[in-house]
């Protein structure tokens, strides 16, 4: 099955900071590889597809790379409402699966 | 525009079944594939499988293979999941997800449903 490895846990960033979370797959999946915002008590958002490209809506401040098994997501000038969970996922294998998740609490 | 919505929360006994809808609008159903994905109570995101509503080809997560079976009625645009055999591990939040797909940047999903609460207690 393929492993999928998030980084850090969480994180507790200042308004304004920029933050990068690390996504590692066990397998090279070429950039299969989506990002996910999830608010408390809310469904998820997609933010970035096929690895660097922006969901329309998606404010510019968030973006995507990485190829083979290694992903960022990288989030600019950080605003309090980028306070959420984040999840990678990836779709290169039969069985689609999501890392662990990224807690983002902007102070 | 587009939505998914699911229909409400259920409360069931371990050893029953549930079934769970989607119902989708603003787009043509046919065209894409409805995902459904679980979220035990301070847990991760869990997916579960999804359906080809073109053809209704499915393909099934591992862990939930012989207890899960998703359609879709191509008449009343809505996707089904049924769980069976309920334990307490399953209580969670279900979703219901539109599946994108490209050849060269693979699957993703959106929109995703508003979230059906399945609880499994006796």
């Known amino acids: 099955d393929m492993q999928m490895t998030q980084s850090p846990s969480s994180l507790s960033p200042s308004v304004g900071e920029r933050v990068t979370i690390t996504c590692r797959t066990s397998q090279a999946i070429y950039t299969f590889l989506n990002w996910y915002q999830q608010k408390p008590g809310k469904a998820p958002n997609l933010l970035i597809y096929?690895?660097?490209n922006l969901q329309s809506g998606v404010p510019s401040r968030f973006s995507g790379g990485g190829s083979g098994t290694d992903f960022t997501l990288t989030i600019t000038n950080l605003q309090p409402e980028d306070s959420a969970t984040y999840y990678c996922q990836q779709s290169y294998s039969t069985s689609w699966t999501f890392g662990q998740g990224t807690k983002v609490e902007v102070k | 525009q587009v939505q998914l919505v699911q229909s409400g929360a259920e409360v069931k006994k371990p050893g029953a079944s549930v079934k769970v809808s989607c119902k989708a609008s603003?787009?043509?159903?046919?065209?894409?594939?409805i995902a459904w994905v679980r979220q035990a109570p301070g847990h991760g995101l869990e997916w579960m499988g999804w359906i080809s509503v073109y053809n209704g080809n499915t393909n099934y997560a591992q862990k939930f293979q012989g207890r899960v079976t998703m359609t879709a009625d191509k008449n009343t645009n809505t996707a089904y999941m049924e769980l069976r055999s309920l334990r307490s591990d399953d209580t969670a939040v279900y979703y219901c997800a539109r599946v994108w797909q490209e050849l060269v940047r693979g699957n993703w999903f959106d929109p995703w449903g508003q979230g059906t609460l399945v609880t499994v207690s006796s």
């Open positions: 096929g690895a660097s």
């Open positions: 603003g787009y043509t159903f046919v065209n894409n594939g």
